[in-house]
């Protein structure tokens, strides 16, 4: 027998550990990237409540707004109209458009869904919307946020805005 085929095995293996370790690498940095993505950023405040936070730019204005049956409210500027409503009959998101896009996403440890749409929206006076939907399994009430939009760059915005949503510890009490 020949010791070649042992030393190709051993370069093989070699090279098979580099390319995990490496994949390993670009994993961990991939991971890291989406965690900062969905972080505050400078010029950013967070927004705390009993049910959740989120997080939006210094730019965005608190308009004062009612609920009836849940937790609302409502901020405004650069392009967004950004609203949300934490109860139990929170927009679900279903009866949105014909040509909405949804996207499933996580916020920390909880599935929610994404949606954009590029058609016009009446109610808060924009050319698109940006929404999404999360509930925990169990619990009564979900949370809905909406953002209409000017304009693409808004868009985008929302998008970022709506990724920093975390839900607060289950177990919190569901709004009224």
Not at 91 to 105: A, I
Request: aromatic residues 10%; glycine residues 8%; hydrophobic residues 40%.
């Amino acid at each position: 027998m020949s010791p070649a085929p042992f030393r190709f095995n051993r370069l093989t293996n070699s090279k098979t550990r580099l390319v995990h370790a490496a994949l390993l690498l670009l994993a961990t940095l991939l991971g890291s990237l989406t965690v900062r993505a969905t972080e505050p950023e400078e010029g950013w405040q967070t927004i705390k409540n009993n049910y959740f936070s989120f997080s939006i730019p210094n730019t965005l204005k608190k308009v004062k707004v009612q609920g009836i049956d849940s937790f609302v409210e409502r901020y405004e500027g650069d392009g967004i109209k950004l609203s949300f409503d934490y109860g139990w009959y929170s927009d679900n998101l279903e009866h949105w458009p014909p040509g909405t896009k949804y996207e499933d996403v996580k916020l920390g440890n909880d599935p929610a869904k994404l949606a954009v749409t590029l058609k016009a929206d009446p109610a808060v006076n924009s050319t698109s919307s940006v929404g999404i939907y999360v509930k925990r399994a169990g619990e009564k009430a979900a949370l809905g946020m909406y953002a209409g939009c000017d304009n693409e760059k808004a868009i985008a915005l929302a998008k970022k805005i709506l990724l920093t949503i975390r839900l607060a510890p289950p177990g919190t009490k569901d709004a009224k």
